[in-house]
């Protein structure tokens, strides 16, 4: 019997909302983390070049993060409102 045959579908669509939730939170710190400058905001131009480390992303990182997520929370969400095996067997 796996887990989430004791859940109603209710609350699966609970869950699958819950973790697209998350998974977007996780999502939007990921897609930002290598963004901008490792601080505070200063009104004045550098005096050199190497200012702050160029630690920014290339732009295709956060495309890649989002699709992968999404992909996750498909299948997790497929996998979840599948019929139990229950419910399947007394379809037929």
Not at 12 to 36: D, E, P, Q, T
Not at 54 to 83: D, F, K, N, Q
Request: charged share 10%; hydrophobic share 55%; net charge positive.
């Amino acid at each position: 019997m796996r887990r989430i045959d004791g859940l109603s579908k209710a609350q699966r669509v609970v869950v699958v909302i819950a973790l697209g939730l998350a998974l977007g939170a996780l999502g939007s710190y990921l897609a930002i983390l290598g963004s901008g400058a490792p601080f505070g905001w200063v009104g004045y131009a550098p005096l050199t070049s190497g200012f702050y480390p160029s630690a920014r992303l290339h732009p295709w990182v956060p495309l890649v993060v989002w699709l992968v997520l999404i992909g996750v929370w498909a299948l997790v969400s497929v996998r979840l409102m599948r019929p139990s095996s229950e419910n399947a067997a007394s379809d037929r």
